[in-house]
């Protein structure tokens, strides 16, 4: 477990336990004082950082409807039903008509990596896709890489096209890239919601 310099400490314990350091008139309520205690911790190194690196979740997030995609496996609209873990390309329609009805957002886990994978790839490849950085190491590194003069070392699979999609200033090493990207798929819907009439291919 990490472990705060006593100073931190000290000045945390102060700030909470005997009460409001000086600061405007008013009430302060105690995660106030915390944020101002860590504001006044958290200073600019005295040297700066030229390289730093991050991993090791990286995917490509594919963006499309979900309504579409559907259409695309070739899956008719039945009743929908939650499942907690997606086992099958049914198990994933039912779960997309189930939270679609009830205009809600969920993430389920699929359990199948060859089905996942041509189920991704008809999704990355359907007209109108957007493709964008995923995974918490990428987006960190991207965050990084706006600094011109910072290099950034991404860890983690990185695949063609996820490749394609980083900054310039992101360097991944060669035991990182794959010949098959990884894919984040969010499925989007219609605000108002859509009813079994509104899929053409169930008529």
């Not at 990355?124 to 890489?145: C, D, M, R, T």
Request: glycine letters at 10%.
């Amino acid at each position: 477990e990490p472990e705060l310099p006593g100073s931190a400490l000290r000045s945390l314990w102060s700030s909470l336990c005997l009460g409001p350091a000086p600061a405007p008139p008013g009430p302060v309520s105690p995660e106030g004082r915390l944020a101002a205690t860590w504001d006044a911790l958290i200073v600019r190194p005295v040297r700066r950082w030229r390289r730093v690196a991050v991993g090791v979740n990286a995917c490509v997030d594919v963006v499309l409807s979900g309504v579409k995609l559907l259409q695309a496996l070739g899956l008719s609209p039945g009743n929908g039903k939650d499942h907690s873990i997606l086992h099958s390309r049914n198990d994933l329609e039912e779960a997309f008509i189930h939270f679609m009805g009830k205009g809600a957002a969920a993430e389920r886990f699929f359990s199948d990596k060859e089905t996942f994978h041509d189920i991704a790839q008809v999704a990355s490849e359907f007209p109108g896709a957007q493709h964008y950085v995923g995974g918490n190491a990428a987006l960190i590194g991207q965050k990084f890489a706006a600094n011109s003069d910072l290099k950034v070392l991404l860890c983690g699979p990185v695949g063609p096209k996820l490749h394609e999609l980083l900054d310039d200033n992101v360097f991944v090493p060669s035991e990182s890239l794959q010949e098959v990207d990884e894919f984040h798929l969010i499925l989007e819907y219609q605000a108002a919601g859509l009813s079994r009439g509104d899929f053409p291919w169930a008529e």
